[in-house]
Structures are given as structure tokens and as C-alpha cells.
């Protein structure tokens, strides 16, 4: 069983489109994230959801919209996108404690914009 | 600005030897972490030191911690191909803030 699964794996579109990534987690955590990773492997986080409560929203722009439908699952969803989209988009879940929050990671959406 | 920076940005040894791996970061923080990624696959957490700790082991991992001067160590001993991934330090403040990552090439 897979702890943290994430779907598609590959996504490639146009510019302009719309589309989502699906993330799922069996692990009973109760935190979720979404990391973007760019060419150079810097991973950089956009959202957290705590409980279906979104805890932290980095500077990303307002297309990328993440919904919570409880605490397995955190979906982000991108309209009109743009070349500057393409990364790999991953997601994760921890246990939220103030001291000991490791990160399970699910293996990445591939995201080309063409 | 970024949190955690490893250095060096590639490192290519020979089986058997040991790799070091070093990460300095700005900020005070509640922990370390290192993780591991495997080409085309999500991070795996390998080690957690607490800002009160000094040195870890796990395995073939040691980490080590130096708040004064804001800088973590992972060495791995005799190491093997498939340590072959890249290496990333995050730290723990109000948010877990990862580098730029080590490539680590282990050659058989």
C-alpha cells in the first residue's frame, strides 16, 4: 500500500488549460502539503492544510487553488496555465507536532507546459 | 530568503568510501532533517537531530549539528551505488524549509 499517492504522474498541456492533481494519504496524518520543485531541485512549499484548515499559503499565484475534502486528501487545482507551471509538483503529509514533524512524500507529478 | 544550503552541489566517489555532506542554514531552529531522492521519486526521510543534540547515528548515517555556527554534517560510511540520489537538509522553524539539495554519485 502506498502511504502518500498522488496522481496524474505525468501531466502534459498546453498553455491556457486547466487541470488538476489529486493527492491521497493513508497514513492518518492530519497535515498535507504541496512542494513545487523546479529544474534545479529546489523545493519550495506552496500550501499546508491542517484538518482541512489551510495553515500556510506561500506567495503562489491566486490560479493555483488547493481544496481539502477532509484530511486525506488535498488536491490542487491550476487554471490558465503558464510555461513557467512546469516543475514537479509533490505532495506530502506529517503528523502535525511542534518538534518532530517528519514529511512522507508521495512520488511527484511531473507537470510540462507547452 | 532560502533556509538551508547544502554544499557541495555534486559529489562523486568510489564504492566503499565515505561521503560528507555539509548544510548551513540563516535561522534558529527546532530541528534538522535529512532526506533522500531517488531520481524521479519523492523524498524519504532519513534522520532527525534536535537543536539541543550534537551528533546522530542511524546505520550508515551520522549526522551532525552545530548551532553555534548554524551547520549540519551527513556522512555516510562505506557507502554503496545505491546511496546514489540527491541529499537534502530542512530545517524546522515554523515551517520545514528544504536546500538546493546534493547530487551524490556513488560509482561501483
Known amino acids: 500500500d502506498t502511504a502518500v499517492s498522488q496522481t496524474p504522474k505525468y501531466l502534459v498541456t498546453q498553455m491556457g488549460n486547466d487541470k488538476s492533481i489529486k493527492c491521497e494519504q493513508n497514513?492518518?496524518?492530519?497535515?498535507m502539503y504541496w512542494y513545487k520543485q523546479d529544474s534545479k531541485k529546489f523545493l519550495k512549499i506552496m500550501f499546508s492544510?491542517?484538518?482541512?484548515?489551510?495553515?500556510i499559503n506561500e506567495t503562489v499565484p491566486n490560479r493555483f487553488s488547493p481544496k481539502s475534502p477532509d484530511k486525506a486528501h488535498l488536491n490542487l487545482h491550476i487554471n490558465s496555465l503558464e510555461l513557467g507551471d512546469s516543475a514537479v509538483y509533490f505532495c506530502?503529509?506529517?503528523?502535525?507536532?511542534?518538534?518532530?514533524?517528519?514529511?512522507?512524500f508521495g512520488s511527484g507529478t511531473q507537470l510540462s507546459v507547452l | 530568503s532560502q533556509q538551508g544550503e547544502e554544499d557541495p552541489q555534486a559529489l562523486s566517489i568510489q564504492e566503499g568510501e565515505n561521503a560528507t555532506m555539509n548544510c548551513s542554514y540563516k535561522?534558529?531552529?527546532?530541528?534538522l532533517q535529512w532526506y533522500r531522492q531517488n531520481s524521479g521519486r519523492g523524498l524519504v526521510h532519513l534522520i532527525l537531530i534536535r537543536s539541543n543534540e550534537r551528533e546522530k547515528h542511524s546505520g550508515r548515517l551520522r549526522v551532525t549539528l552545530d548551532t553555534s555556527k548554524k551547520s549540519s554534517s551527513l556522512l555516510i560510511t562505506a557507502s554503496r551505488a545505491a546511496d546514489t540520489a540527491s541529499y537534502f537538509c530542512a530545517t524546522s522553524g515554523s515551517r520545514l524549509t528544504f536546500g538546493e539539495g546534493t547530487q551524490l554519485t556513488v560509482n561501483p
Open positions: 492544510y491542517n484538518n482541512k484548515e489551510l495553515i
Open positions: 497514513l492518518g496524518h492530519d497535515t
Open positions: 535561522t534558529s531552529i527546532n530541528n
Open positions: 506530502a503529509s506529517s503528523q502535525w507536532r511542534s518538534l518532530d514533524e517528519k514529511l512522507f
